[in-house]
């Protein structure tokens, strides 16, 4: 495996210590195609390893990392083997531009796995398009890259924002019967997007907004916002944010007595979500793209888990498998997949249009992912999980589904 940058290799030298040696671009031949030659298919694999947005990027590097170690185990793709570089963005838009094009114009991949961060993924756009590489997203959700859709651009796994939000406004109205909403976002493209679309929906089936605050992801007192929200006397709240300042939020709400029912965004889909908030956790909600819960002990995300605890003992230390590393897993299948119909003589449009063949496929985790002609969101639909009394998770059987207006 590729590793990009020192700063990542001191952090994360202990959990990818069994990788390959690092191999210069000399390696390949600037032929017909970037990043392939008659041995291997080299890869970018972008995101935030570092900062606000870490639990998210080393997600996608880990899951990424046991999905391609596996194929190269079973032969490679089309006799090819799969080689990787891995750059940190550090959750800073800027500097994923610039490790994007590095990826690009030093590294010469053949494609990019990645970024992992919404904020990123949105200021990356314009890059996206100048210079064509194809470009696979598990984790982020902005919609800024699939509407409209960017021809070298596919998503796998979770949902756009756009439809997420949607999702959302619907399922608290016809599930929860909420009368009145309050919204609490985070203040950046993750929460912007995510945060108008419950908005947008809930004027669309007349339901009252009882209220509206933002919070930064840094933050970690939320009372003044809350105090005002509980105001209101909402039904429901709906906390559109990372995982972190999610779950203080559901604790600080349930200790200044708001007795609304507690909503969450995919971002909020950590396993760990019930014992950071504790007890106050019982009884809320949250959007989730996965058919199989990372923490189950059945089926394939036994399995799974105990290869994860093996390659990255560190990660599962701490309370890993979680969201964004079964989320990259299983797009990776995807993306794999697209590789493998792409044939013997891989080219990056060809790439392309092999990812366009893909129609209700079945990874791991993930819900079922199909493209098509101008259509790059691959998931269209979304689970609810229900803390129980116990704090358990509970996969509940409603499946959310995007509209169709919003499906290319």
Excluded: C
């Excluded at 963005?89 to 690009?104: C, F, Q, T």
């Excluded at 756009?162 to 929860?176: F, K, N, T």
Aim: charge should be negative; avoid cysteine.
């Amino acid at each position: 495996m590729f590793i990009g940058t020192r700063h990542f290799w001191r952090a994360a030298s202990s959990l990818f210590a069994a990788a390959p040696l690092l191999l210069t671009s000399a390696f390949y031949v600037h032929a017909d195609e970037p990043g392939v030659d008659q041995q291997a298919i080299k890869i970018g694999i972008l995101g935030s390893l570092t900062g606000p947005a870490a639990v998210f990027g080393t997600g996608n590097l880990a899951g990424a990392t046991l999905a391609f170690e596996e194929a190269n185990a079973s032969g490679g793709i089309n006799g090819r083997k799969l080689e990787w570089v891995s750059l940190d963005d550090e959750s800073s838009p800027p500097k994923g531009i610039v490790a994007y094009k590095r990826l690009v114009d030093q590294e010469n991949v053949f494609a990019i796995f990645g970024p992992s961060s919404s904020a990123v993924g949105q200021a990356l756009v314009p890059t996206f398009k100048s210079t064509g590489t194809p470009t696979f997203a598990t984790i982020f959700s902005t919609p800024a890259v699939t509407e409209p859709p960017i021809d070298n651009v596919f998503r796998s796994g979770t949902m756009s924002d756009s439809q997420a939000g949607q999702a959302i406004a619907d399922y608290v109205i016809d599930h929860l019967g909420a009368k009145s909403v309050a919204l609490i976002r985070q203040s950046d493209e993750y929460g912007r997007h995510g945060g108008d679309s419950v908005v947008e929906e809930l004027a669309h089936r007349k339901i009252p907004l009882a209220s509206e605050e933002q919070f930064n992801v840094t933050d970690t007192d939320f009372t003044s916002q809350l105090t005002r929200i509980a105001q209101t006397t909402p039904d429901v709240l709906v906390v559109y944010g990372f995982p972190n300042p999610s779950a203080i939020i559901t604790r600080q709400a349930k200790q200044l007595g708001l007795t609304a029912t507690i909503m969450g965004s995919n971002a909020a889909g950590s396993r760990k979500y019930p014992d950071i908030v504790g007890e106050a956790a019982a009884g809320t909600h949250n959007v989730v793209t996965l058919k199989t819960l990372p923490e189950s002990t059945e089926g394939e995300a036994a399995e799974f888990s105990s290869k994860f605890a093996a390659r990255f003992p560190d990660l599962a230390r701490q309370g890993r498998p979680d969201l964004a590393d079964v989320l990259a897993y299983g797009g990776a299948h995807v993306f794999l997949e697209g590789l493998r119909r792409a044939g013997d003589t891989p080219t990056q449009r060809g790439f392309i249009s092999a990812l366009e063949t893909i129609e209700n496929f079945e990874a791991p985790f993930i819900l079922p992912t199909t493209y098509g002609k101008g259509i790059r969101e691959g998931n269209q639909a979304a689970r609810v999980v229900e803390i129980q009394p116990d704090l358990s998770r509970k996969l509940l059987p409603v499946v959310l589904t995007a509209p169709k207006e919003n499906s290319q």
